[in-house]
């Protein structure tokens, strides 16, 4: 019998997300301010600790200036983190680092709520201001 407890399973490191993905299109009403709320419940990544897999829902809310997230490109961006071992506070923060990059907004939020593993639910918001 194989014992379970204690495996770890392989995963790629941060180098596997591909910010060069993501792509835009000019916002035609910069003067106005307009929220845009993006929401999916197939986030995922992996736990670095075990390599398991963890899931979760992904929302980003920005108000553009002068660009809008792709809504495809964004997808396959978000696709790359499946392979990819990272702690949920640092999936945040790059998620945000890499959005902010790609489209420079006026404001952005980016929340992952985690789902329950452990008996422990995490939920973790970063924001940016420009």
Same mark, same amino acid.
């Given at each position: 019998?194989?014992?379970? *407890? &204690? =495996?770890?399973?392989?995963?790629?490191? !941060?180098?596997?997300?591909?910010?060069? !993905?993501?792509?835009?299109?000019? $916002?035609?009403?910069?003067?106005?301010?307009? *929220? %845009?709320?993006? %929401?999916?419940?197939?986030?995922?990544? #992996?736990?670095?600790?075990? &390599?398991?897999?963890?899931? &979760?829902?992904?929302?980003?809310?920005?108000?553009?200036? &002068?660009?809008?997230?792709?809504?495809?490109?964004?997808?396959?961006? !978000?696709? @790359?983190?499946? @392979? %990819? /071992? #990272?702690? =949920?506070?640092?999936?945040?923060?790059?998620?945000?680092?890499?959005? #902010?990059?790609?489209?420079?907004?006026?404001?952005?939020? #980016?929340?992952?709520? $985690?789902?329950?593993?452990? /008996? !422990?639910?995490?939920?973790?918001?970063?924001?940016?201001?420009?």
């Amino acid at each position: 019998m194989v014992e379970a *407890e &204690g =495996q770890r399973f392989d995963f790629d490191g !941060l180098e596997a997300i591909r910010p060069e !993905l993501l792509e835009t299109f000019d $916002y035609e009403y910069p003067d106005r301010e307009a *929220e %845009v709320d993006i %929401v999916t419940d197939e986030w995922n990544c #992996v736990c670095p600790f075990s &390599g398991l897999p963890d899931f &979760g829902t992904l929302r980003i809310r920005y108000v553009p200036a &002068g660009v809008c997230l792709e809504l495809k490109s964004l997808k396959y961006y !978000l696709t @790359t983190f499946r @392979t %990819v /071992g #990272v702690y =949920q506070e640092h999936a945040a923060n790059r998620i945000l680092d890499d959005l #902010v990059a790609a489209s420079r907004p006026r404001r952005m939020e #980016v929340t992952l709520d $985690y789902r329950l593993r452990g /008996g !422990l639910h995490t939920v973790v918001t970063v924001s940016h201001k420009s």
